[in-house]
């Protein structure tokens, strides 16, 4: 027998169940919220037989982009949270914790105040905001002369301070009947507002994040050695991590952008991938992925129904998040 | 005749900032040959063997393989034709052990290409070759530091660079380890088309298992031994001059050092 074939069915199971979880998922995402969709209503829809005009109104023009966008945002956040880790050597790194993630909503606050907060303006001053953070990020690390893990941390610290600074200076300045309120709901992350045409508009810049990440792999896997252990392989690191690094920032700002910060799920769903997986390359990062889109589309459904109104979905992720951090913390095993 | 030269280093000088470590360096490896270099601490021999591989920047002097300068290559020309053996590989995440020695066709694929099943084929043979195809789809963070080097040793070969450059490969293992790492070591470099340069800090092993022993002293080298042609006084003047008081003694047919 050759080695490897019994963990390679193992492999097999684990995505196999993590996919019906996805998708069990993705079928009640569709069916709860304000305006309850049943599932024989549903199959009406989806196989084109006339029902409820309100429901199919809803369930074209709502649930079925915002479900999908709840499932892509959980898979890239996760996807790229993975990345992250792995390019940098930490398993702590993460799109939010390291300032991408508020670099791009202070972008997004500033096109929110000062460039009207149009949906393209938004998207571009995201994406411009992540991108800043993680060139300051590296910028910051290089000067430091220090390679170890806890330098990004450090630097993701001074940085999310930094934008933390910036949002608040933009928010004091902000317009606090409209402005303020919309600033409010990026950083409590939210799918309420996700609409057909913004999930169409931020869709080719999801996919191409994702396609570089998946070109990269192998890069990302090299990346993952000590800096000498990776250049002696061949690997030209800092333009290569560069290129990692504007995939994911890429994927991170594309959802940013739509949804709002949303913490910890990009940070969890790696460490369950790996837990599960025991092994660290593309196929986890995928894993992870999926994983973390099962977890989005389950938080995003309690945030419809466990209260009246709508709740900000960043509420239930940094809840489930925090104490998965605890068991990381006390749990008995040698690796992260 | 000798084997041809396969890397040459003249007058290698290398800088921390305006602290010279490397003063001018002037050594070769010959096809098949393994040299040790020895030196105590801070003496250089860090610094020395990084400025080979192209991770220092050189401050003067060059260094070539097969003729070629590599200050002037990238990365991926330069992996090549230098392989290197870190003290220990820096994986912090679970990887499977044919996983870390495919890495070594990095050099060799595209930037977006994938090993294929010929470099697993490579790879297997390469295990076998080593003895540690039981190792083959295990988690290299489970292994023990000696299979561990073993699986970074694997990686080095499938790199396949004429020159391999080994910085303390033994530094973390034990008496046995080091011993079954450096046979396998020496048994690469003599299988043809390699040289190895390496640093250690045990003149035993450097007797036991090397050609050649390239003293380094205050950034420069200020001694070479060939092994199999040095006399007993011979070895105890030169490593003497590094060691203080060492007395060489004859034991089976060669040499061991102790420290009187």
């Known amino acids: 027998?050759?080695?490897?074939?019994?963990?390679?069915?193992?492999?097999?199971?684990?995505?196999?169940?993590?996919?019906a979880l996805v998708g069990t998922a993705f079928l009640v995402s569709l069916c709860v919220g304000a305006y309850p969709i049943p599932l024989t209503?549903?199959?009406?829809?989806?196989?084109?037989?006339?029902?409820?005009?309100t429901a199919r109104s809803v369930f074209f023009t709502l649930r079925l982009p915002r479900t999908f966008m709840a499932a892509a945002a959980g898979f890239g956040l996760s996807l790229s949270g993975s990345v992250f880790q792995t390019v940098f050597r930490n398993p702590l790194a993460s799109p939010d914790l390291i300032g991408v993630a508020s670099g791009a909503s202070m972008g997004a606050a500033y096109a929110i105040v000062f460039w009207g907060g149009g949906m393209a303006a938004v998207s571009m001053s995201a994406f411009a905001g992540g991108m800043l953070a993680a060139v300051l990020l590296l910028g910051l690390v290089g000067l430091s002369r220090r390679r170890g893990m806890a330098t990004f941390v450090l630097a993701g610290i001074v940085l999310n301070t930094l934008a933390q600074a910036a949002v608040m200076t933009v928010k004091f300045l902000a317009d606090p009947e409209r402005q303020l309120s919309t600033i409010e709901f990026w950083t409590m992350g939210s799918f309420s507002n996700v609409t057909a045409g913004k999930v169409r508009a931020i869709l080719?810049?999801?996919?191409?994040?994702?396609?570089?990440?998946?070109?990269?792999?192998?890069?990302?896997?090299?990346?993952?050695?000590?800096?000498?252990?990776?250049?002696?392989?061949?690997v030209r690191t800092?333009?290569?991590?560069?290129?990692?690094?504007?995939?994911?920032?890429?994927?991170?700002?594309?959802?940013?952008?739509?949804?709002?910060?949303?913490?910890?799920?990009?940070?969890?769903?790696?460490h369950i991938g790996?837990?599960?997986?025991?092994?660290?390359?593309?196929?986890?990062?995928?894993?992870?992925?999926?994983?973390g889109a099962a977890l989005l589309l389950a938080a995003d459904c309690l945030a419809r129904t466990c209260s009246a109104g709508e709740l900000p979905v960043s509420i239930l992720t940094s809840a489930l998040g925090a104490p998965f951090l605890a068991y990381l913390l006390i749990r008995k095993g040698d690796t992260i | 005749m000798n084997p041809p030269i396969l890397?040459?280093?003249?007058?290698?000088?290398?800088?921390?900032g305006s602290r010279e470590i490397i003063r001018s360096a002037d050594l070769y490896l010959r096809e098949g040959e393994l040299v040790a270099l020895l030196g105590l601490n801070g003496s250089g021999k860090t610094t020395l063997l990084r400025s080979l591989c192209g991770l220092h920047r050189l401050s003067g002097g060059r260094c070539r393989v097969r003729g070629i300068d590599c200050a002037a290559l990238r990365e991926k020309a330069r992996a090549r034709l230098i392989c290197y053996m870190p003290q220990r590989s820096g994986a912090v995440y679970s990887i499977r052990t044919e996983e870390v020695a495919l890495m070594g066709c990095n050099p060799r694929l595209p930037l977006f290409g994938m090993p294929g099943e010929g470099d697993r084929k490579r790879v297997r043979s390469i295990f076998e070759q080593l003895s540690i195809a039981h190792l083959w789809g295990s988690d290299f963070l489970h292994l023990s530091e000696g299979q561990k080097q073993l699986v970074i040793l694997a990686r080095a070969i499938v790199q396949d660079a004429p020159a391999m450059l080994l910085d303390e490969p033994d530094s973390a293992l034990d008496f046995v380890n080091r011993h079954l790492v450096f046979t396998q070591i020496r048994s690469v470099v003599q299988g043809g088309g390699r040289c190895g340069l390496v640093t250690m800090h045990d003149p035993n092993f450097a007797l036991a298992y090397c050609d050649r022993i390239l003293f380094l002293q205050n950034?420069?080298?200020?001694?070479?031994?060939?092994?199999?042609?040095a006399s007993r006084s011979g070895l105890q003047t030169a490593l003497s001059q590094l060691y203080g008081n060492v007395e060489v003694l004859e034991y089976a047919g060669g040499y061991a050092v102790v420290k009187s």
Do not use: W
């Not at chain 1, 050759?2 to 492999?11: E, F, L, V």
């Not at chain 1, 790996?274 to 994983?291: E, Q």
């Not at chain 2, 950034?219 to 042609?229: F, L, N, T």
């Open chain 1, 1 to 19: 027998m050759m080695p490897g074939t019994a963990t390679h069915s193992k492999d097999l199971l684990c995505f196999l169940a993590v996919l």
């Open chain 1, 204 to 234: 080719p810049i999801l996919l191409a994040g994702t396609l570089g990440l998946y070109l990269l792999r192998r890069q990302t896997t090299l990346l993952s050695l000590d800096e000498d252990e990776s250049r002696m392989l061949g």
């Open chain 1, 238 to 270: 800092t333009l290569v991590r560069y290129g990692v690094l504007l995939c994911a920032t890429l994927l991170v700002s594309g959802i940013v952008c739509v949804s709002g910060l949303i913490g910890f799920v990009g940070l969890i769903a790696p």
């Open chain 2, 7 to 16: 890397l040459e280093a003249e007058r290698v000088r290398a800088c921390y």
């Open chain 1, 274 to 291: 790996r837990m599960l997986l025991k092994r660290n390359n593309f196929d986890t990062a995928v894993f992870s992925g999926l994983v």
């Open chain 2, 219 to 229: 950034g420069s080298i200020c001694g070479e031994v060939e092994v199999a042609r």
């Open chain 1, 41 to 53: 209503e549903l199959i009406g829809l989806v196989s084109g037989k006339a029902v409820n005009p």
